[in-house]
């Protein structure tokens, strides 16, 4: 798909120095700091649109709303929605109505699901989201399209690791912001960043590194995965 055909995509992961998103724990694990949360929050204020998987939806409960009220109204004074669209992507359609994805905050909300669970999505959530077939498997490439044709220029796209995976695998990122915890986890039970895949980044083709950054105990690298992402 050409570039212009779909999106700008940004991807955000926190990780600890071993690569986990998580530990194996019941409580989620807090993997970044306050400094660094805000930056998430101003990232997300830039963007028409917020995807995660099923399954985050389901694991952590995400808001995925603007945090700021200052922000919020810049959003609203520049006529936009207070927080963007919230978007997730399902195989199952096993998605709790009563989750925030659903429940926070008046953003529009996208669910793309799989063909085999359309009838069994629209019956959950049919009523709280917009449910669209996104072919079996869902196909994150032909998402991205119809995103662009409802007028998302810019999405986040925030996990988690199986989505990140998909979208990375199918050279379909332009940025990746990957901030790295100062803590191992040393679980194998736990989920991480990525898991195999054939991704478009090896050592005969390395990914630019356009900026690394300190934010207190944390540090940001922030990879151009595109000519169109930009050094600043």
């Given at each position: 798909m050409s570039c212009a055909t779909r999106p700008y995509v940004l991807?955000?992961?926190?990780?600890?120095?071993?690569?986990?998103?998580?530990?194996?724990?019941?409580?989620?694990?807090l993997l970044s700091n306050a400094d660094d949360l805000d930056r998430v929050?101003?990232?997300?204020?830039?963007?028409?649109?917020?995807?995660?998987g099923a399954g985050t939806v389901r694991r952590d409960d995400p808001r995925l709303l603007v945090r700021s009220a200052?922000?919020?109204a810049e959003r609203v004074a520049g006529g936009r929605p207070a927080s963007p669209t919230?978007?997730?992507?399902t195989a199952r359609g096993d998605l709790d109505p009563t989750a925030r994805f659903f429940t926070a905050g008046e953003s529009d909300r996208l669910v793309y699901c799989a063909t085999g669970a359309l009838e069994k999505?629209?019956?959950?959530?049919?009523r709280l989201a917009t449910v669209v077939d996104a072919g079996d498997p869902v196909d994150p490439d032909w998402l991205l399209r119809d995103l662009a044709g409802r007028g998302v220029r810019r999405?986040?796209?925030?996990g988690g690791g199986t989505v990140h995976a998909q979208f990375l695998a199918a050279g379909l990122a332009d940025?990746?912001?990957?901030?790295?915890?100062p803590f191992f986890v040393g679980d194998g039970r736990a989920p991480r960043f990525v898991g195999e895949g054939d991704f478009p980044w090896h050592p005969g083709r390395r990914a630019r590194l356009a900026?690394?950054?300190?934010?207190?105990?944390?540090?940001?690298?922030?990879?151009?995965?595109s000519d169109r992402c930009a050094d600043t």
């Amino acid at each position: 798909m050409s570039c212009a055909t779909r999106p700008y995509v940004l991807l955000s992961c926190a990780t600890s120095i071993d690569g986990y998103i998580d530990d194996a724990a019941d409580q989620r694990l807090l993997l970044s700091n306050a400094d660094d949360l805000d930056r998430v929050d101003a990232v997300r204020a830039s963007c028409d649109a917020i995807l995660v998987g099923a399954g985050t939806v389901r694991r952590d409960d995400p808001r995925l709303l603007v945090r700021s009220a200052h922000r919020r109204a810049e959003r609203v004074a520049g006529g936009r929605p207070a927080s963007p669209t919230k978007v997730t992507l399902t195989a199952r359609g096993d998605l709790d109505p009563t989750a925030r994805f659903f429940t926070a905050g008046e953003s529009d909300r996208l669910v793309y699901c799989a063909t085999g669970a359309l009838e069994k999505t629209r019956e959950r959530v049919g009523r709280l989201a917009t449910v669209v077939d996104a072919g079996d498997p869902v196909d994150p490439d032909w998402l991205l399209r119809d995103l662009a044709g409802r007028g998302v220029r810019r999405l986040m796209v925030e996990g988690g690791g199986t989505v990140h995976a998909q979208f990375l695998a199918a050279g379909l990122a332009d940025e990746l912001h990957l901030v790295i915890a100062p803590f191992f986890v040393g679980d194998g039970r736990a989920p991480r960043f990525v898991g195999e895949g054939d991704f478009p980044w090896h050592p005969g083709r390395r990914a630019r590194l356009a900026e690394a950054r300190q934010i207190g105990d944390v540090v940001l690298l922030r990879y151009a995965l595109s000519d169109r992402c930009a050094d600043t």
